[in-house]
């Protein structure tokens, strides 16, 4: 999997992020807010084509994630 920037970061501090609450906004580059290990995650995406795609992803996966 290829991580951006922002998301290679966010995985530095991964640990930090298991006891909160977790909100993703934007244009979302890949698919690590899927695998962020959170108290609970939601995506706000921007785009349609974007929002079936991870809505695809969730149900392969079967992780709870809310998408707007």
């Given at each position: 999997m290829l991580l951006?920037?922002?998301?290679?970061i966010i995985?530095?501090?991964?640990?930090?992020?298991q006891t909160k609450?977790?909100?993703?906004?934007?244009n979302i580059q890949d698919e690590f807010p899927l695998y962020l290990?959170?108290?609970?995650?939601?995506?706000?995406?921007?785009?349609?084509?974007n929002y079936i795609?991870?809505?695809k992803k969730i149900l392969k996966?079967?992780?709870f994630?809310?998408?707007y």
């Amino acid at each position: 999997m290829l991580l951006s920037k922002n998301s290679q970061i966010i995985l530095r501090y991964s640990k930090f992020f298991q006891t909160k609450k977790v909100f993703f906004s934007g244009n979302i580059q890949d698919e690590f807010p899927l695998y962020l290990h959170t108290i609970s995650t939601k995506i706000n995406l921007l785009k349609y084509n974007n929002y079936i795609y991870f809505k695809k992803k969730i149900l392969k996966i079967l992780v709870f994630i809310t998408i707007y």
